[in-house]
């Protein structure tokens, strides 16, 4: 004890979470002071009370950096002292009343209400055999329990407030895990998609720079605006709101199609659909449509939206090459897609046939 007991003489003496509050509950030792104001004060009591007190003071910030055996010394001392001090002054009955606060420092929550209960046994016995006055044992049992159940239910309630900022603070990290995560999505959507297109207008416009300068000044144009209407959606998805819809990616979709020379077929039934789903949908419909200009080097693609079930269904297919579909499954494109579909309970398959064909199916009902 005697390592951990010097280092705790140097401050601070009490935790942070303390506060100054055990340095008030010192200003108790004035019951000492009561005998006084009728009775002299010789020089051996005030040697006697400075050892006391020298004593007490270690001991009583000692023990709030302990735990264990220790802790049990600690209350013992201080009910001696107590009791030692009773037939000379019945103010001593502080010292048990510290002794009951201590309790509070077990951390077993059951043994800190028997050891409690073990303070007001001991000063009862010791009352009784020592046949002590009742201007000590009265006040010591009767501030004991209250100020030992005070502060074994404040210990609790500090301890309970303590993990559960502990658990905020996980979940306030996860939240901004998943932020990120959700950013990074986003970004990697908007920006595949919009470079796919600038990529391949500017193709376009270099094939027509001497064949058709009107056509090429257009596909410059539309690179300038595509290059605009993308900075917005990325400074949009990085304060967490993007108001696309699906109508627009629909749009966006037969207008970059058709810059590919790639047909597209559409069967979209009328639909009223969640935002979180809709928000889904139309960034599949993204992811889809810039795979397909990349690698799939098809003629042909179809979209069906529909719903059934409770579920609301969408379809994209395409009759290209389907050589780039492992690349397609462990890239960062299909594995978001399938997260947020997932995130919303629904479901999201690939099949292989002429092509390849996308399947979601989303609940309809928005989620709390």
Same mark, same amino acid.
């Given at each position: 004890?005697?390592?951990?007991?010097?280092?705790?003489?140097?401050?601070?003496?009490?935790?942070?979470?303390?506060?100054?509050?055990?340095?008030?509950?010192?200003?108790?030792?004035?019951?000492?002071?009561?005998?006084?104001?009728?009775?002299?004060?010789?020089?051996?009591?005030?040697?006697?009370?400075?050892?006391?007190?020298?004593?007490?003071?270690?001991?009583?910030?000692?023990?709030?950096?302990?735990?264990?055996?220790?802790?049990?010394?600690?209350?013992?001392?201080?009910?001696?002292?107590?009791?030692?001090?009773?037939?000379?002054?019945?103010?001593?009955?502080?010292?048990?009343?510290?002794?009951?606060?201590?309790?509070?420092?077990?951390?077993?929550?059951?043994?800190?209400?028997?050891?409690?209960?073990?303070?007001?046994?001991?000063?009862?016995?010791?009352?009784?055999?020592?046949?002590?006055?009742?201007?000590?044992?009265?006040?010591?049992?009767?501030?004991?329990?209250?100020?030992?159940?005070?502060?074994?239910?404040?210990?609790?309630?500090?301890?309970?407030?303590?993990?559960? #900022?502990?658990?905020?603070?996980? *979940? =306030?990290?996860?939240? $901004? &895990? +998943?932020? /990120? !995560?959700? %950013?990074?999505?986003?970004?990697?959507?908007?920006?595949?998609?919009?470079?796919?297109?600038?990529?391949?207008?500017?193709?376009?416009?270099?094939?027509?720079?001497?064949?058709?300068?009107?056509?090429?000044?257009?596909?410059?144009?539309?690179?300038?605006?595509?290059?605009?209407?993308?900075?917005?959606?990325?400074?949009?998805?990085?304060?967490?709101?993007?108001?696309?819809?699906?109508?627009?990616?629909?749009?966006?979709?037969?207008?970059?199609?058709?810059?590919?020379?790639?047909?597209?077929?559409?069967?979209?039934?009328? #639909?009223?659909?969640?935002?979180? *789903? =809709?928000?889904?949908? $139309? &960034? +599949?419909? /993204? !992811?889809? %449509?810039?795979?397909?200009?990349?690698?799939?080097?098809?003629?042909?693609?179809?979209?069906?939206?529909?719903?059934?079930?409770?579920?609301?269904?969408?379809?994209?297919?395409?009759?290209?090459?389907?050589?780039?579909?492992?690349?397609?499954?462990?890239?960062?494109?299909?594995?978001?897609?399938?997260?947020?579909?997932?995130?919303?309970?629904?479901?999201?398959?690939?099949?292989?046939?002429?092509?390849?064909?996308?399947?979601?199916?989303?609940?309809?009902?928005?989620?709390?």
């Amino acid at each position: 004890m005697s390592n951990a007991f010097i280092k705790k003489l140097s401050p601070p003496w009490v935790p942070a979470r303390y506060g100054n509050a055990p340095y008030f509950w010192l200003l108790s030792f004035a019951m000492f002071a009561w005998k006084y104001l009728y009775m002299p004060l010789t020089g051996s009591e005030i040697l006697l009370l400075a050892v006391s007190f020298l004593f007490f003071l270690p001991i009583y910030f000692y023990s709030f950096w302990i735990s264990g055996w220790r802790i049990y010394l600690c209350i013992l001392i201080n009910c001696a002292l107590g009791i030692a001090w009773a037939r000379y002054n019945f103010g001593s009955s502080v010292f048990c009343i510290f002794a009951a606060t201590m309790c509070s420092r077990i951390h077993n929550s059951r043994k800190a209400y028997e050891g409690l209960a073990a303070v007001a046994l001991i000063v009862a016995a010791a009352s009784f055999l020592m046949r002590l006055e009742t201007y000590f044992w009265i006040p010591a049992l009767i501030f004991s329990i209250p100020s030992g159940l005070g502060a074994i239910i404040g210990e609790r309630l500090a301890s309970s407030n303590a993990s559960l #900022l502990k658990k905020q603070e996980e *979940v =306030e990290y996860l939240a $901004a &895990l +998943a932020e /990120r !995560e959700r %950013i990074a999505r986003d970004l990697h959507d908007l920006l595949g998609h919009t470079l796919s297109v600038i990529t391949l207008k500017a193709e376009l416009a270099g094939k027509l720079m001497d064949r058709n300068p009107v056509a090429c000044k257009k596909e410059i144009y539309d690179i300038e605006h595509t290059a605009r209407q993308a900075l917005a959606e990325v400074r949009a998805a990085v304060v967490g709101y993007r108001a696309t819809g699906l109508a627009h990616e629909l749009q966006s979709a037969k207008s970059v199609l058709d810059a590919a020379q790639v047909e597209l077929r559409t069967e979209i039934d009328q #639909l009223t659909l969640p935002p979180a *789903v =809709e928000n889904v949908m $139309a &960034l +599949a419909v /993204r !992811e889809a %449509i810039t795979n397909i200009i990349r690698h799939a080097k098809a003629s042909q693609c179809e979209i069906k939206l529909s719903q059934g079930n409770g579920l609301a269904r969408l379809e994209i297919s395409d009759n290209g090459n389907t050589s780039h579909i492992d690349k397609l499954s462990k890239g960062n494109g299909l594995n978001g897609m399938t997260e947020r579909v997932q995130a919303l309970g629904g479901k999201l398959d690939l099949f292989v046939t002429q092509g390849l064909r996308i399947e979601l199916s989303l609940p309809m009902k928005e989620l709390i």
